[in-house]
């Protein structure tokens, strides 16, 4: 009898132990779960806001293309307008020129593209691309000294980057060549 009640308690027990390994375990799954739906909700709202900068960037450039054109035949007018005319008919051509090359501009800058000013200016990679060099001591190191083709930001980006011709001092390429013979001793 007393063996029976042994019994019975040890069963008791054993069943208790068992509920309260399953209750933990369940607590951990839940736990895990909760987890996995926060991580979720995290993301999703990630997603959203990928998505809304995407197509709010598209929205702000949607016109990038059309306008980059555009730039193009704004190059040739200004080639164009440039050329020296000598007689009165070529006079009123060039100002007919300039004018549409004026308007031009205005609807350009009305639509917040602006040209990129290289000339005499520090050459920056960022708007420029550097098609020839001039090697003029008088003048400072990487100084564009002319404008081959004119770039253009639209808003905030680079729509067509200047093709320029950038000063080097003969003194700088010597500093450098000096400098990387001193590196090919010291090897």
């Known amino acids: 009898m007393e063996e029976e009640k042994i019994d019975k308690k040890e069963k008791k027990h054993d069943k208790k132990h068992k509920e309260n390994i399953e209750i933990e375990t369940l607590k951990s799954q839940v736990a895990e779960l909760q987890n996995k ?7 999703l709202i990630n997603y959203r806001k990928r998505t809304e900068d995407r197509i709010e960037d598209l929205l702000k450039y949607k016109n990038a293309d059309i306008l980059e054109d555009l730039t193009d035949m704004i190059d040739n007018l200004k080639r164009a307008a440039s050329v020296k005319a000598e007689s009165e008919e070529s006079k009123r051509i060039q100002t007919g020129i300039k004018m549409v090359y004026d308007q031009f501009m205005a609807v350009l800058n009305k639509y917040e ?10 050459f920056d990679a960022n708007y420029m691309e550097a098609m020839l060099l001039d ?26 980057h200047a093709i320029v011709k950038v000063n080097k001092n003969e003194k ?3 500093n450098v060549n000096n400098d990387e013979k001193g590196n090919d001793n010291n090897e």
């Not at 739906?37 to 993301?43: G, N």
Request: aromatic share 8%; glycine share 4%.
């Open 37 to 43: 739906v926060m991580y979720s909700q995290a993301e």
């Open 172 to 174: 700088e390429i010597e």
């Open 113 to 122: 593209v602006t040209e990129i000013e290289a000339l005499g200016n520090p």
């Open 135 to 160: 090697y003029d001591d008088t003048k400072p190191d990487e100084l564009v000294t002319e404008v081959l083709a004119s770039g253009y930001k639209y808003k905030d980006r680079v729509l067509k």
